[in-house]
T-cell receptor
Framework: DAGVIQSPRHEVTEMGQEVTLRCKPISGHNSLFWYRQTMMRGLELLIYFNNNVPIDDSGMPEDRFSAKMPNASFSTLKIQPSEPRDSAVYFC??????????????FGPGTRLTVL | EDQVTQSPEALRLQEGESSSLNCSYTVSGLRGLFWYRQDPGKGPEFLFTLYSAGEEKEKERLKATLTKKESFLHITAPKPEDSATYLCAVPLGGATNKLIFGTGTLLAVQP
């Protein structure tokens, strides 16, 4: 079975440009998570969806970040405008949410974003 | 405040030299603890879930244990291919699916 798929794997852009990261969760999973990983702060949850609905976006750093999940098999994380401090590796993870949890999250390979 | 702390930050072992990694946590009402392995340039790979104090799980040279305040990942007779960053994570209190991750232990096993 295919795991979590993310694209692009690497993105280099200039400050002020719009960046869109994409994620396809594991088929049948109903929860999706966006994380950011940096050396300084480690792995941080940005937002998570359950059944395509955003449940908690308290980790989204500011209004420049937005995330959508239009259907069960696709999600995007958008940064507009991008800034050098957004440079990081962004991971998408998915899980099958049972009532009572906790659920095991399975991670994609990540997108390495560099903002010049 | 909910927190996960891992130690040591880095560990260098000789092949065959057994050791343990520590993950301590302060979360009310622990609902589980996860261990992941992360190789450079890759996403975290799930290893184990532990649900209650006293529980143990094994996979090849790895054994994870859980107490009321911490978890250990024991590595027996490690090989160079065990070199990776090992992350632990716990769910926040309540019904949320949010995980708090530790900063990881970078393990290097030298032949």
């Amino acid at each position: 079975d295919a795991g979590v798929i993310q694209s692009p794997r690497h993105e280099v852009t200039e400050m002020g440009q719009e960046v869109t990261l994409r994620c396809k969760p594991i088929s049948g999973h109903n929860s999706l998570f966006w994380y950011r990983q940096t050396m300084m702060r480690g792995l941080e949850l940005l937002i998570y969806f359950n059944n395509n609905v955003p449940i908690d976006d308290s980790g989204m750093p500011e209004d420049r970040f937005s995330a959508k999940m239009p259907n069960a098999s696709f999600s995007t994380l958008k940064i507009q405008p991008s800034e050098p401090r957004d440079s990081a590796v962004y991971f998408c993870a998915s899980s099958l949410n049972f009532a009572g949890g906790p659920d095991t999250q399975y991670f994609g390979p990540g997108t390495r974003l560099t903002v010049l | 405040e909910d927190q996960v702390t891992q130690s040591p930050e880095a560990l260098r072992l000789q092949e065959g030299e057994s050791s343990s990694l520590n993950c301590s946590y302060t979360v009310s009402g622990l609902r589980g603890l996860f261990w992941y392995r992360q190789d450079p340039g890759k996403g975290p790979e799930f290893l184990f879930t532990l649900y209650s104090a006293g529980e143990e799980k094994e996979k090849e040279r790895l054994k994870a244990t859980l107490t009321k305040k911490e978890s250990f990942l024991h590595i027996t007779a490690p090989k160079p291919e065990d070199s990776a960053t090992y992350l632990c994570a716990v769910p926040l209190g309540g019904a949320t699916n949010k995980l708090i991750f530790g900063t990881g232990t970078l393990l290097a096993v030298q032949p």
